[in-house]
Structures are given as C-alpha cells and as structure tokens.
C-alpha cells in the first residue's frame, strides 16, 4: 500500500484554504492510503511563538483534524515534535542542500520580502524539514495545496541526491497530491491572493468562524459597481469570489450568479449573501464538533500518544536504515 504523508503548521486556526486545498483530501485518503497527518509545530518555530501559544495552537490542529474527520483508527495523527527521527533525517539532508537551491525557493524570497528582520537559517532550511517529514516514512503521496508543490520539487531533489550519494534506490520520489483534477488554490476574501493566515484576519474564513462573522467578513469583501458590458471578462477580486463560491455552492447556483453576471444583472449584496450562506452550511457539521473535541483532553491525549507511538515506530525504522546506509556503525 502507498504510504501518504502531509502535515499543517500549527500557526492556529484553520481556514478554508487548509481544508479544501489539504484536508479534504486527507479525509478521503485514510480509507485507501497508510496516511500519516502531523501537526508541523518545529516548523512554525520560525515566526518565534510563545511557549504558551505553541502548545495551544498544536492543540487547536489537533482538534480541529478530529472535527474534519480524519480518523485516528485509520490515520496516524501525530505531532512532529514527538517523533525526534525526523531532526536527525532533516541534519542529513541538510548536508546535502545547497545556498543557492535554498535561496531561491520561492516561499523563502515571500518569506524575506514579508519580514526582513527575521531571516533566520530555519527559515532557509524550512523545506528540508519538510522534506525530511516526507521522507521519514518513504511516502509517495503528499496531499497539499499549489502553495506547496514547489517544496516537493525540492523533497525530490533532497532524496534523489541521497540515493545517488550513496548508490541506492533507498527513498521513492514523492508527489504532490489532489484528489481532484488538479492542486488546489483557494483565493482570499481580500481580492490580492490566497487565502492564510498571515493575509490578515479579514482574509480567511476560518472553519471555527461563527455564522456571524463569516457573515461579516463575506460581506465586506471587495465588488464593485458591477459588470458594464455583457459577458465582461471578471476583475481577480470578482473571479476571486466566484472561486469560493465554486467550492462551498452546488454548481447549479455558480451558473446561477455567473448567467447573472454575463447578462450585467447581477447584485453582489445578494451574490454574496449566498456565499457567506453556503460557506455557514459547509463549516457547520465541523464547528459544531471543535469545541467538544477541545474539552476532552483524555481523547486528546490518547490519540497524540497512539499517533506518536505508530509515527515513531516507523521514523525509526527508516533511520536505522539511513545510519547503516550512510556508514554509521556502532562501537
Ligand atoms: P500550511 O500550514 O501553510 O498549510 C497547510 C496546508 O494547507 C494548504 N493551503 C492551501 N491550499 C489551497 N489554498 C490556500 N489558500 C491554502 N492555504 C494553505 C497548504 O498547501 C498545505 O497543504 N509547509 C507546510 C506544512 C508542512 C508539510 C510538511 C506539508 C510541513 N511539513 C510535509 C506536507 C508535507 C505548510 O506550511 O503548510
């Protein structure tokens, strides 16, 4: 069986973005793959959380996988911190990342554009952990966003180099994944881009929002006066909504606005309205499961230490091999 391998940063709540760009299809694969979903706490060690707020946002994931469905009798869940094989993979592969492969990246270039105090060497290195999260379990699957398939390029690289140093076929190469047609991007309330966290508040809708607030936050999303011509191709802010609106509506209501749009007699209070209706009717069935998940810590605690115990069985397997292939012998 394929061995499936994706994890989220645990930077706090999560949006849309995360679920219909990753977890969606994280809950389609448990059924069919051997998935392991992580909650990627070193890697949100970059922007430098408090030690009271890292604990509670690795929560937050935790609950909030749960809420979306991901089954831990079928799925490893387990937090990246607790599986300490994959710091000693990520230091091997670092030896074989270069500068300027790392430099160029370009969620690093984001990165140092974005905050220009803060270029630290983790941040450098951030798609070697990733990479090393991938390959600590010789997957071949990772579902994720478009945000993301530059970062498996580069896990490719990390472990094609390593067999070829050591002569084997040791690590497969791992693929960015989707379900669907292809890798998802989901557009941002703001009009700019995607959707994220660090887009600002009024950017995301997050699946723990309430229906008034993302009632809110739909309706103070950027229109304008509306079409002027018929069939008039759509400014990015408009497509952006459209975009959503393919995601949390049936499709029969999309052709709906779009006929209304192309005939110029469409009207984005009602447009909208919509949206922020079907985007309340798609979080519901999570939302109302986050805040029971969150107050029973005994679950909680069971399904991070089986995740953790099943995580680590297989990390360690894998760096038993990696020290003998490299040379490492005991004494
Ligand atoms: P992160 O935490 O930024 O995002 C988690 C997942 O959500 C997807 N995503 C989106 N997809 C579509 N549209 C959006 N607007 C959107 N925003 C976020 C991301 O593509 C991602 O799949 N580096 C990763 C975490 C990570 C990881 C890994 C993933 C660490 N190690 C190993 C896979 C395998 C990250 O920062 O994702």
């Known amino acids: ?37 992580f909650i990627a706490d070193w890697h949100s060690l970059t922007t430098h959380p408090t030690p009271a707020d890292l604990h509670d946002n690795v929560k937050q994931v935790l609950v909030e996988y749960l809420a979306t469905g991901i089954d831990p009798e079928k799925a490893t869940i387990y937090v990246q911190s607790d599986v300490p094989e994959i710091t000693e993979l990520y230091l091997y592969l670092n030896m074989n990342a270069y500068m300027g492969e790392l430099e160029r990246a370009t969620s690093f270039k984001d990165k140092v554009r974005a905050n220009p105090d803060n270029v630290n060497a983790g941040l450098l290195t951030y798609p070697v952990l990733m990479a090393a999260d991938i390959l ?58 995607k959707m994220g966290k660090s887009e600002g508040e ?81 979080t519901a069935p999570m939302r109302d499961k986050i805040e029971a998940i969150a107050a029973d810590s ?14 680590c069985e297989s990390a360690a397997k894998t760096i038993k091999e990696v020290r003998e292939i ?5 004494f």
């Open 298 to 311: 005994d679950y909680l605690r069971k399904v991070a230490r089986l995740g953790a115990d099943k995580a």
């Open 1 to 37: 069986m394929e061995t499936v391998v994706s994890g989220i940063r645990s930077t706090g709540k999560l949006h849309l973005g995360n679920y219909y760009g990753a977890i969606q299809n994280f809950v389609k694969m448990q059924n069919e793959y051997n998935c392991y979903f």
């Open 136 to 193: 600590i379990h010789k997957a071949t699957k990772v579902p994720v966003g478009k945000d993301q398939e530059q970062h498996l390029e580069m896990a490719r690289t990390f472990g094609n180099r390593f067999n070829r140093l050591y002569d084997n076929e040791y690590f497969p190469e791992p693929y960015a994944f989707s379900a669907g047609k292809s890798l998802v991007k989901i557009p941002g309330l703001d009009g700019k881009g």
């Open 202 to 282: 009024a950017n995301a809708v997050y699946l723990s929002d309430s229906p008034e607030v993302i009632r809110k936050k739909v309706m103070k999303a950027l229109t304008d006066g509306g079409p002027t011509t018929e069939n008039q191709e759509k400014p990015d802010y408009i497509q952006n909504l459209f975009d959503l609106m393919k995601v949390v509506s049936t499709p029969d209501t999309l052709s709906h606005f779009d006929e209304l749009y192309n005939k110029m007699q469409i009207r984005y209070g009602d447009f909208k309205k919509q949206l922020a209706e079907d985007m309340i009717i798609t």
């Open 326 to 330: 490299i040379g490492f012998r005991r």
